[in-house]
T-cell receptor
Framework: ELKVEQNPLFLSMQEGKNYTIYCNYS?????LYWYRQDPGKSLESLFV?????AVKQEGRLMASLDTKARLSTLHITAAVHDLSATYFC?????????FGAGTILRVKS | DSGVTQTPKHLITATGQRVTLRCSPR?????VYWYQQSLDQGLQFLIQ???????AKGNILERFSAQQFPDLHSELNLSSLELGDSALYFC??????????FGPGTRLTVL
């Protein structure tokens, strides 16, 4: 069965700093997703990564996928307070998504 | 706003009761998925329907059941509720078996 591991689970960052969230998964998959969730809210789709070497960027967030290493990264550049949220990676497995445990990101000013 | 709607937004009930959660997918989407989010289990896939037929089943308890109707809306029925069933229940939809868009969720509290 597919296992998805995220680390770190909690990340406290200073504004303006850079950091990376890692997502490892145990079985080959066609697609990997990154979602953002604010407290008590729904999941907002950030990136869909479809192939090896895929890199996508939106604002201060950049996601990449290495299917051979079964690893995706979400890089945060020059963090701002508005990025505080929980970030999930999810791997497509059959007809379902298998989620990581989530990374709680707190950006301190 | 993803275009997926869920009702009710909040539900408070007692142990042993039965509730029904409703989901309307985005216009044109044929697949509906149900997920449960709880503090101890995280986000877990429950079940998927495609055009009225069950297509995939995850960690769904026997006390839970779902269906998708001809107009493509879906209902998740939870019965003999226990304290541990308290969670956020999300519905997601997709055109077929691709990118899923999540609804706002129903927060279920079992007292």
């Amino acid at each position: 069965e597919l296992k998805v591991e995220q680390n770190p689970l909690f990340l406290s960052m200073q504004e303006g700093k850079n950091y990376t969230i890692y997502c490892n998964y145990s079985t080959t998959s066609d697609r990997l997703y990154w979602y953002r969730q604010d407290p008590g809210k729904s999941l907002e789709s950030l990136f869909v990564l479809l192939s090896n070497g895929a890199v996508k960027q939106e604002g201060r967030l950049m996601a990449s996928l290495d299917t051979k290493a079964r690893l995706s990264t979400l890089h945060i550049t020059a963090a701002v307070h508005d990025l505080s949220a929980t970030y999930f990676c999810a791997v497509e497995y059959g007809n379902k998504l298998v989620f990581g445990a989530g990374t709680i990101l707190r950006v301190k000013s | 706003d993803s275009g997926v709607t869920q009702t009710p937004k909040h539900l408070i009930t007692a142990t042993g009761q039965r509730v029904t959660l409703r989901c309307s997918p985005r216009s044109g989407d044929l697949s509906v998925y149900w997920y449960q989010q709880s503090l101890d289990q995280g986000l877990q896939f429950l079940i998927q329907y495609y055009n009225g037929e069950e297509r995939a089943k995850g960690n769904i308890l026997e006390r839970f059941s779902a269906q998708q109707f001809p107009d493509l809306h879906s209902e998740l029925n939870l019965s003999s509720l226990e304290l541990g069933d308290s969670a956020l229940y999300f519905c997601a939809s997709s055109v077929a078996f691709n990118e899923q868009f999540f609804g706002p969720g129903t927060r279920l509290t079992v007292l």
